[in-house]
């Protein structure tokens, strides 16, 4: 399994991303794909999830402003970011596991992606 996260950049606040997880080995569509970000001193965290079945979870510091969604076409898992804050600013990474889950929790996800680094500007 090979994930590779894209999209990164530097924003401004209350400015947008889109991020792209291109997921190639299996086929994503039968996997949960999550997304995690690692800020600058701080523990790795899950925001968001997107499963089998389609449900989607977020937490709650990203509701209403991230949306996870899934190409199967493309096999590839995306993460829409809008109304971005400073406090945003962290690597993401993208990750799998083959576990239908609603839980993104790092030790649940056995494939990772290398990271993509996104910087908001206040």
């Known amino acids: 399994v090979q994930l590779q996260a894209s999209g990164g950049g530097l924003v401004q606040a209350g400015g947008s991303l889109t991020l792209s997880c291109a997921v190639s080995g299996i086929t994503s569509s039968i996997y949960t794909i999550a997304w995690f970000r690692q800020a600058p001193g701080k523990e790795r965290e899950g925001i968001a999830c997107i499963n089998s079945g389609g449900n989607t979870y977020s937490v709650d510091s990203v509701k209403g402003r991230f949306t996870i969604s899934r190409d199967n076409a493309e096999n590839t898992v995306y993460l829409r970011m809008i109304s971005l804050k400073p406090e945003d600013t962290a690597v993401y990474y993208c990750?799998?596991?083959?576990?239908?889950?609603?839980?993104?929790?790092?030790?649940?996800?056995?494939?990772w992606g290398q990271g993509t680094l996104v910087t908001v500007s206040s």
């Open positions: 990750a799998a596991t083959p576990r239908n889950s609603a839980t993104m929790t790092t030790r649940v996800y056995d494939s």
